[in-house]
């Protein structure tokens, strides 16, 4: 059974609480419960932290454990982790860059991405319909 594992960043585990202006008020659980009804025939793992060092982790286990591709909204580590994209280019599991909210179309800190150039592509704008938009790319 192909895998995608879906990882967030800092704050996300906020969803449904969070700025429902930007992030809307949908739960990552209710999110992932979606996804997995929509897809039975693939094994969505999910991956939350608030620490940079974790998320490099779980990048690193994930090309070890032979998933099939990652869906990752870095949150604010997007702008501002080197660190996180030399994760993403040290491993051979595709990754696809994730935002819930158009980052262009925010505060200019937001629009330049560290990640982006190392992602097979990225998908922002669309909610949290977005990381379904990531899943489709990588099957």
């Known amino acids: 059974m192909k895998q995608i594992l879906i990882i967030n960043g800092p704050n996300l585990n906020l969803l449904g609480t969070r700025e429902p202006g930007i992030y809307g008020s ?3 659980d209710s999110v992932i419960t979606g996804l997995r009804q929509r897809y039975p025939d693939i094994e969505l793992l999910y991956y939350q932290s ?4 974790d998320l490099i982790d779980r990048i690193h286990a994930a090309d070890k454990e032979g998933i ?3 869906v990752l909204n870095a949150g604010a580590y997007t702008h501002t982790s080197l660190a996180i994209a030399d ?3 040290a491993v051979s599991v595709p990754v696809v860059e994730v935002h819930i909210s158009n980052i262009s179309s ?3 800190i937001r629009h330049n991405s560290l990640i982006t150039p190392v992602c097979r592509g990225i998908i922002a704008g669309f909610g949290t319909d977005s990381y379904r938009l990531a899943i489709e790319s990588l099957l």
Do not use: V
């Not at 608030?50 to 060092?53: A, K, L, R």
């Open 26 to 28: 949908q739960t990552m």
């Open 50 to 53: 608030n620490h940079e060092g």
């Open 68 to 70: 099939s591709g990652i």
């Open 87 to 89: 994760a993403i280019a």
């Open 106 to 108: 925010r505060e200019p």
